[in-house]
Nanobody, 121 residues
Framework: QVQLVESGGGLVQPGGSLRLSCAAS????????MAWYRQAPGKQRELVAT???????YYADSVKGRFTISRDNAKNTGYLQMNSLKPEDTAVYYC???????????????WGQGTQVTVSS
């Protein structure tokens, strides 16, 4: 009943930029946390950035100053603007939301399917 559609990944040269989008739809009353994770080949999934409703953004040290997380609540869509990309940013990027379903008081986590980002010359 909830869908997360990620887009914006692709191949970019070092120093380039990409903007990832995560569009949420379905039985969603509100999104408390929008988060981006990434998983490089052979490595564990790691947290990249979070945006908490009413709170401040969090960034992993490896992306501070280069990535910016944001959201459009009216569209239930989150974004990850990635600048000054490095080869070590190559990974599958996943969106995760912590949301409340309509008519319910519980909060749930839901993951997107992931989008590939490759930084290479």
């Amino acid at each position: 009943q909830v869908q997360l559609v990620e887009s914006g990944g692709g191949l970019v040269q070092p120093g380039g930029s990409l903007r990832l989008s995560c569009a949420a739809s379905g039985n969603i009353a509100s999104i408390y946390v929008m988060a981006w994770y990434r998983q490089a080949p052979g490595k564990q999934r790691e947290l990249v950035a979070t945006d908490t409703e009413g709170g401040s953004a969090y960034y992993a040290d490896s992306v501070k100053g280069r990535f910016t997380i944001s959201r459009d609540n009216a569209k239930n869509t989150g974004y990850l603007q990635m600048n000054s990309l490095k080869p070590e940013d190559t990974a599958v990027y996943y969106c995760k939301i912590n949301y409340r379903a309509k008519g319910l008081t519980f909060w749930y986590d839901y993951w997107g399917q992931g989008t590939q980002v490759t930084v290479s010359s």
